[in-house]
């Protein structure tokens, strides 16, 4: 079963750091550009940040205006583990994180999405 | 960034009614559009890729069409599991970006 499980997700002081992971299984983790999106409580989807082009031996990272500079985005295939690098957060970041699978054939629509983990940005 | 607006954002429908619900790009992006629909407390789910095609195991009742600029996602006879979120996407450059969703209640 194809199958991604994100985890790290909490409280978090305005100012903090958080790293989230994504880990994946039943499909080939290393040939896919596996993305985070994030969905503000009661607010609509925002793509956060994702890998593009060659993805076995790299692929540029892409990000959102709203983490570039802040958020890292990262993968480790040994693991099938995505990583996201969480810096300077604000409350505005508050948010459920998924990652989320794009089908076949290079396009970056999204058929796999884990269940989430909440990121809360407060004092 | 490629801007994508919906409309209308929210839509009041019966069951059996078929509804449509409109995607607009700020440019154009060819058919590299995507809908997906989401219910309270659970991942989005993919509806149509490629602004046409229907995705492995969602019922025939949902359909896209468009290119360029402006989209649809229709829906033949909603039925109680419909009543939902829909939002759309856009793939042809990074950053991707989604419609602010038009959320389908019951009338």
């Known amino acids: 079963e194809v199958q991604l499980v994100e985890s790290g997700g909490g409280l978090v002081q305005p100012g903090g750091s958080l790293r989230l992971s994504c880990e994946a299984s039943?499909?080939?983790?290393?040939?896919?550009?596996v993305s985070w999106v994030r969905q503000a409580p009661g607010k609509g989807l925002e793509w956060v940040s994702g890998?593009?082009?060659?993805?076995?031996?790299?692929?540029?990272?892409y990000y959102a205006d709203s983490v570039k500079g802040r958020f890292t985005i990262s993968r480790d295939n040994s693991m099938n583990t995505l990583f996201l690098q969480m810096n300077s957060l604000r409350a505005e970041d508050t948010a459920v994180y998924y990652c989320?699978?794009?089908?076949?054939?290079?396009?970056?629509?999204?058929?796999?999405w884990g269940r989430g983990t909440m990121v809360t940005v407060s004092s | 960034d490629i801007q994508m607006t919906q409309s209308p954002s929210t839509l009041s429908a019966s069951v059996g009614d078929r509804v449509t619900i409109t995607c607009r790009a700020s440019?154009?992006?060819?058919?590299?559009l995507a809908w997906y629909q989401q219910k309270p407390g659970k991942a989005p789910k993919l509806l149509i890729y490629?602004?046409?095609s229907l995705e492995n195991g969602v019922p025939s009742r949902f359909s896209g069409s468009g290119s360029g600029t402006d989209f649809t996602l229709t829906i033949n006879s909603l039925q109680p599991d419909d009543f939902a979120t829909y939002y759309c996407?856009?793939?042809?450059?990074?950053?991707?970006?989604f419609g602010q969703g038009t959320t389908v209640e019951i009338k």
């Open positions: 989320a699978k794009p089908i076949s054939g290079g396009q970056t629509a999204f058929d796999v």
């Open positions: 039943g499909f080939t983790f290393s040939s896919n550009a």
């Open positions: 890998f593009s082009g060659s993805i076995g031996s790299g692929g540029n990272p």
């Open positions: 440019q154009s992006i060819s058919n590299w």
């Open positions: 490629k602004a046409s």
């Open positions: 996407q856009q793939y042809t450059t990074y950053s991707l970006t």
